[in-house]
């Protein structure tokens, strides 16, 4: 059964950082594209980041030079780190993967997502 | 960046209804085209991709339609448990724009 749990959320207040973690079970991570989607409260979704299976990367520009993805492939795990994070951070956080079929990508597995909360 | 917008942004139904919403894109992507369905406090749930197919599981109320720019979600008798709000996304190009969201309520 595949599952995706993110961990990580907290109160920070802004200027700070924050890794998130999204650990990933019943398939391999590094196999996969995996992304990053937020919501903030009340709104929609927002898609943030993802990673290839050849490690390239790609970001929303409202988070570029600010968070990082990465993974660790022993752990079957993604990260999210988020440095000089603003108010306009602050969101639910899903880890998502992005499966191919056809070629058709999709984001066909969800976490049940991870609050960030940016404030002094 | 593609921008994807939804309209209705919200509308409300009476079950058993046909109910349609629709998604256009800033420009064409094809058929790189998914739907997802979120309710209050839980993760999206994907329902289609591909413009028209459905993932496995998705009642076959749900449908599909169009290519390039226009786009429709379908919910052919809309059930009680179909209350959420609808978001399509293309994934033609990063990044991978969501649209704005279409809340659907029962009467």
């Known amino acids: 059964e595949v599952q995706l749990v993110e961990t990580g959320g907290d109160l920070i207040q802004p200027g700070g950082s924050l890794r998130l973690s999204c650990a990933a079970s019943?398939?391999?991570?590094?196999?996969?594209?995996m992304t990053w989607i937020r919501q903030a409260p009340g709104k929609g979704l927002e898609w943030v980041s993802v990673?290839?299976?050849?490690?390239?990367?790609y970001y929303a520009d409202s988070v570029e030079g600010r968070f990082t993805i990465s993974r660790d492939n022993s752990k079957n795990t993604v990260y999210l780190q988020m440095n000089s994070l603003r108010a306009e951070d602050t969101a639910v956080y899903y880890c998502?993967?992005?499966?191919?079929?056809?070629?058709?990508?999709?984001?066909?597995?969800w976490g049940q997502g991870t609050l960030v909360t940016v404030s002094s | 960046d593609i921008r994807m917008t939804q309209s209705p942004s919200s509308l409300a139904a009476s079950v058993g209804d046909r109910v349609t919403i629709t998604c256009r894109a800033s420009?064409?992507?094809?058929?790189?085209l998914n739907w997802y369905q979120q309710k209050p406090g839980k993760a999206p749930k994907f329902l289609i991709y591909?413009?028209?197919n459905l993932q496995s599981g998705v009642p076959s109320r749900f449908s599909g339609s169009g290519s390039g720019t226009d786009f429709t979600l379908t919910i052919s008798s809309l059930q009680p448990e179909d209350f959420g709000t609808y978001y399509c996304?293309?994934?033609?190009?990063?990044?991978?724009?969501f649209g704005q969201g279409t809340k659907v309520e029962i009467k």
């Open positions: 998502a993967r992005l499966g191919s079929v056809q070629g058709y990508l999709s984001l066909d597995y």
């Open positions: 019943g398939f391999i991570v590094s196999s996969n594209y």
């Open positions: 990673i290839y299976s050849g490690d390239n990367t």
């Open positions: 420009q064409t992507i094809r058929r790189y």
């Open positions: 591909a413009a028209s």
């Open positions: 996304q293309q994934s033609d190009s990063t990044p991978y724009t």
